[in-house]
């Protein structure tokens, strides 16, 4: 079976910081990977998706970057945090065009900057 | 831009009361996901629809992707507390970059 491992679970950072959010899949190959911020436990923002290694499409400009440098390795990262980088993130997978659209989330990290 | 306008947005009805929240839009989709977020997780796939008129049941959960495939219902019957969440609907269009468009969620209370 697939799982999803984020980490790290909570965050607390200051501001002009760097991040290092991972995401690993585990239990397939070739997945679509996502990355979303979640506010005020409300909808789903995309920051970034990507189809394969080193392939990454971003949603959102921002101060925020992602690199996927294996198949089943998202990361997403910042050189210096904002305060209105806080919030929950998502990692996610998918199948390719394969599937249907479903998507499988990891745990979230709670990102607070202060 | 394609958009998913789910009501109502926030919800808090007593145990066993029925219940039915909507997502809707004026585009056509592929197929239409339904996910349950608990607060502090990540949200739980509970239903995919890809036909028009389908209807899908998971318990006491009733799913229904509209004729057209452009809108989805979920209704619940006699709530319990343990359906207490975010619902969150989301929708794939096949030839879109494989990605998929998330709906605000409706936050739903179940009252003991």
């Known amino acids: 079976s697939q799982t999803i491992h984020q980490w790290p679970a909570t965050l607390v950072q200051p501001v002009g910081s760097p991040l290092s959010l991972e995401c690993t899949v585990e239990g397939t190959s070739n997945p679509n990977l996502y990355w979303y911020r979640q506010a005020a436990g409300r909808g789903l923002q995309l920051l970034f998706y990507?189809?394969?290694?080193?392939?990454i499409s971003s949603e959102v400009p921002q101060n925020l970057s992602a690199s996927r440098p294996q198949d089943r390795q998202f990361i997403l990262s910042s050189k210096k945090l904002l305060l209105s980088d806080s919030g929950f993130y998502l990692c996610a997978w998918s199948q390719g065009l394969a599937g249907v659209g479903e998507q499988y989330f990891g745990p979230g990290t709670r990102l607070t900057v202060t | 831009t394609q958009l998913l306008e789910q009501s109502p947005q926030f919800l808090s009805i007593q145990e066993g009361e029925n219940l039915t929240v909507y997502c809707n839009s004026s585009?056509?989709?592929?197929?239409l996901q339904w996910y349950r977020q608990e607060p502090g997780e990540g949200p739980v796939l509970l239903v995919t629809v890809v036909t028009g008129g389908e209807v899908k049941k998971l318990k006491r959960l009733t799913f229904q992707f509209g004729d057209a495939r452009k809108d989805s219902s979920l209704h619940i019957t006699a709530a319990q507390p343990g359906d207490t969440g975010l619902y969150l609907c989301a929708a794939f269009t096949m030839n879109r970059d494989d990605k998929i468009i998330f709906g605000k969620g409706t936050r739903l209370h179940i009252l003991p």
């Open positions: 585009s056509v989709f592929s197929s």
């Open positions: 990507s189809v394969g290694i080193g392939q």
